[in-house]
């Protein structure tokens, strides 16, 4: 008897629930921001790399042209900063084409990175990562030249981007990279959001580079965001070397030049990446009142 009323309720409540699904709103499908990827060979070191590029929500309603970020580091500077862009662009920061340069295909991603990013060969840097990653160090001028000559011209030829802001964020390596860049060839970006510079690298020759760039120039155009966290210290002097940078830079009093360092308490090297791109990105990209 028990189980006869138990099975009458159940066919009793089951048009009520079969009504409750078929006629409740779906929820949407999660996805992660679209973005295109793009193979691409570089004529500078013959390495194969693959730009990975979201575009803005508004884009495909529009003929505006956008600024456009180049991102590194690819295994987690584009994933943020490609999440951060879709939240904040258009509601605190202007929108932006977002580009994340992938580290060479078939290769290490230490030894890609450490060949790419690094402006000096310095096999033997105890800083350094694997000895095989150090043995290829010391090729940023050609990964430069392959950003200069055929990843810019492919974005102005494939796409919408205003030359007349253009962002270069980089972290770590990358940070070492985006310092080298504003030392050699400045006008490549008008913007520069630079994270935990390895300034340590090969005895600190990024300090050499830049004196040897303010003897034959007065003029460094760009506006430069630098941030490091104040736990960083600990096992690399990044704190303390990226205020001596900062002094050595404002002594020079280039002309165009704009220079903003803050030092994030309470973050590590692992943790700081997300806070100072924010504040970078709202520094460099902020709506127009």
């Known amino acids: 008897m028990f189980i006869r009323k138990v099975i009458a309720l159940c066919l009793l409540l089951v048009p009520v629930c079969s009504s409750t699904f078929v006629h409740a ?3 949407p499908p999660f ?3 679209p973005f295109e990827t793009v193979a ?3 004529n500078s070191n013959n390495k194969d790399y693959e ?3 979201q575009l803005p929500k508004s884009y495909k309603d529009t003929k505006a042209h956008y600024p456009f970020i180049i991102v590194n580091d690819t295994s987690f500077a584009f994933p943020i900063t490609n999440g951060a862009m879709a939240l904040m662009g258009g509601a605190v920061v202007k929108e932006a084409i977002v580009v994340g340069i992938s580290y060479s295909k078939g290769d290490d991603r230490m030894v890609s990175r450490t060949r790419d990013y690094t402006p000096t ?3 033997v840097d105890k800083n350094g990562n694997s000895s095989t990653a150090r043995m290829a160090s010391g090729h940023a001028k050609e990964y430069v030249d392959f950003i200069e000559r055929q990843v810019i011209p492919l974005l102005k030829e494939k796409y919408r981007i205003d030359p007349k802001k253009s962002v270069f964020v980089g972290h770590s390596y990358g940070g070492l ?3 080298y860049i504003l030392f050699k060839k400045p006008h ?3 913007d520069y959001i630079i994270g935990s ?7 600190r020759v990024m300090f050499t580079l830049e004196k040897a760039f303010s003897k034959v120039h007065s003029r460094l155009p760009a506006n430069v965001t630098m941030f490091v966290g104040s736990l960083e210290n600990d096992y690399y002097p990044m704190v303390t070397d990226l205020l001596a940078m900062e002094k050595q830079l404002r002594s020079r009093n280039y002309e165009g030049f704009s220079l903003r360092v803050e030092v994030l308490q309470g973050e590590n090297h692992h943790s700081v990446f997300p806070g100072l791109l924010s504040k970078g990105l709202m520094a460099t990209l902020s709506l127009e009142k």
């Open 188 to 190: 490549l970006f008008t």
């Open 51 to 53: 730009l990975y590029i």
């Open 121 to 123: 060969f310095s096999p």
């Open 40 to 42: 691409i060979h570089a």
């Open 197 to 203: 510079p390895s300034l340590w690298y090969d005895n």
């Open 31 to 33: 996805g992660y921001p």
């Open 25 to 27: 709103n779906p929820l």
């Open 177 to 179: 990279l985006g310092t």
